[in-house]
C-alpha cells in the first residue's frame, strides 16, 4: 500500500512508496519506464495476453510481435532503487525480449489487436481493411495452423474485441472501423461473420466488452451504442455532453468499470465523461489531458482510470471518492509524441503504452 494524494493507492504486484514531491507535500507514484520496443514508425497497439506472462505490439510498420513479460525483479530498475545517489532518469529501460515477430502481417498497418478472455486467439485489424484471427498456443508463444483472413469490412479497422456466446461455448469477433460504419460479429469457431450492426453515421474508433453479451462503442459521430446480441441489436444512445457544450465530440475511446455501472468516454476535445449507466445520468466531465484522449482503462481494482492523450501523456485519476466531485489526476509517465494506448496488466500494478514515437514501453512502480 502506498500513499498519494492522501489516498490509499493499492498495488497487488509490488509495493512501493512515491516519497514526497519537491514541494514537500504527498508523493506521486514514480512509474519508470521497464522496457521500451522501438520500431521504425509509429506504434499503434499493445494488449497483454490474459496470463500477464505476454504482450502482443502492432504497429504501422505491419509487424505484429509478442513479447515477454520480464520479471521486474530480475531487472535494474531495483539497482536504481538501491543507489541512494540515483535520480528517477539514471535507472536503465531495457529492450522487451521477443519471443515472435511477422513482418508485413497485414499489407497496411497494424491499428488494432486483441486477446480472447483465454489467450487461446489473437485478432489484429489494419487500415488493409482486413482483421486476421489466429489460434495462439501460450506455451510456445506461437500462432499455431492457418489464419482466417476476414475481409467483410470496406475501410480501416479501428478497433476489435471478443465476447464469449455462453450458448454456443464459442468466442465472438466484434470488430468496426470506417467505410460503412457497421459492427461486424464473426463466430471464431468458424470464422464466419454472421451479423452486421448498423447504427453510427461515422467512423466506429473504439469498442469494448467487460463481460456477457454485452459491448459498447464509441464513433466519430459523437455517439456511444450499448449493443446486447440476445436482442441483436442496439439498447442505448448516448451523445455524452463534453467541454465543448451540448454539440459534443467525437468518442475516441471508451471503458466500462467491471461491475457495468460505469462508462468513461475519451474525446478528441480532450476531456473525458463518466456516465452512470444503471442510473442512465450523466456524473461529470472533466479534461485530464490538454489534447485528444485516445485511450482509457480502469485499473484491474478499478480504483483508477489511466488514460492516454495526444499531449504525449499517460494520466492517473483517482476513482475512490465522490464521483461528482473534482478527481485527483496526475501525470504518470510521457511519451517524446502521442500516446495512442494504455494497457493495464491484468494483476500486477503496471502499464504499457504504445505511441506515434514509435515505441511500446512497459512502465512499473519499482519495489523497495
Same mark, same amino acid.
Given at each position: ?28 507514484? =514514480? ?39 520480464? &520479471? ?29 515477430? =511477422? ?12 486477446? #480472447? ?6 485478432? #489484429? ?7 486476421? @484471427?489466429? &489460434? ?70 473504439? @469498442? ?23 436482442? %441483436? ?31 468513461? #468516454? ?11 449507466? %444503471? ?7 472533466? %479534461? ?70 514509435? #515505441? ?9
Amino acid at each position: 500500500m502506498i500513499i498519494f494524494f492522501g489516498l490509499e493507492f493499492i498495488n497487488s504486484g509490488c509495493v512501493s512508496s512515491p516519497g514526497p514531491d519537491q514541494n514537500g507535500g504527498p508523493g506521486r507514484p =514514480r512509474f519508470v519506464a521497464v522496457t521500451s520496443l522501438e520500431d521504425v514508425q509509429a506504434v499503434r497497439c499493445a494488449e497483454f495476453h490474459p496470463n500477464g506472462r505476454l504482450y502482443a505490439v502492432g504497429s504501422n510498420s505491419k509487424t505484429l510481435r509478442i513479447c515477454s513479460y520480464p &520479471k521486474l525483479m530480475d531487472l535494474s530498475i531495483i539497482e536504481w532503487v538501491n543507489c541512494p545517489n540515483c535520480s528517477r532518469e539514471d535507472h536503465v529501460t531495457h529492450q522487451p525480449t521477443v519471443l515472435f515477430k =511477422r513482418t508485413m502481417h497485414h499489407k497496411g498497418s497494424i491499428y488494432c489487436l486483441a486477446w #480472447t478472455p483465454m489467450g487461446d486467439l489473437l485478432a #489484429t485489424g489494419s487500415n488493409d481493411k482486413t482483421v486476421k @484471427l489466429m &489460434k495462439f498456443n501460450a506455451d510456445t508463444s506461437n500462432l499455431e495452423g492457418q489464419e482466417v483472413e476476414l475481409m467483410m469490412h470496406d475501410g480501416t479497422v479501428r478497433d476489435l474485441c471478443f465476447l464469449e456466446d455462453t450458448s454456443n461455448k464459442s468466442s465472438l469477433l466484434i470488430s468496426g472501423g470506417a467505410g460503412d460504419c457497421k459492427i461486424y460479429v464473426t463466430d471464431c469457431a468458424t470464422g464466419t461473420p454472421f451479423q452486421a450492426l448498423s447504427g453510427h453515421s461515422g467512423p466506429v474508433l473504439t @469498442l469494448y466488452n467487460w463481460g456477457g453479451a454485452m459491448f459498447v462503442s464509441g464513433s466519430n459521430d459523437k455517439t456511444v451504442r450499448f449493443w446486447d446480441l440476445r436482442t %441483436r441489436g442496439c439498447v442505448n444512445v448516448l451523445t455524452p455532453t463534453t467541454s465543448s457544450g451540448s454539440r459534443g465530440s467525437s468518442v475516441a475511446s471508451v471503458c466500462v468499470d467491471p461491475s457495468g455501472r460505469l462508462l468513461v #468516454t475519451g474525446h478528441e476535445d480532450s476531456s473525458c465523461a463518466l456516465y452512470d449507466i %444503471r442510473g442512465g445520468r450523466s456524473v461529470q466531465c472533466f %479534461r485530464p489531458h490538454s489534447s485528444d484522449v485516445r485511450s482509457i482503462r480502469f485499473s484491474p481494482s478499478a480504483y483508477y482510470l489511466l488514460t492516454g492523450g495526444y499531449d504525449n501523456k499517460l494520466v492517473l485519476t483517482d476513482l475512490q471518492g465522490d464521483l461528482t466531485l473534482p478527481l485527483p489526476s496526475v501525470v504518470v509517465a510521457q511519451h517524446q509524441d502521442k500516446v495512442i494506448s494504455g494497457r493495464w496488466h491484468p494483476t500486477e500494478f503496471s502499464f504499457l503504452s504504445s505511441s506515434a514515437d514509435k #515505441t511500446a514501453t512497459l512502465w512499473a512502480l519499482p519495489p523497495i
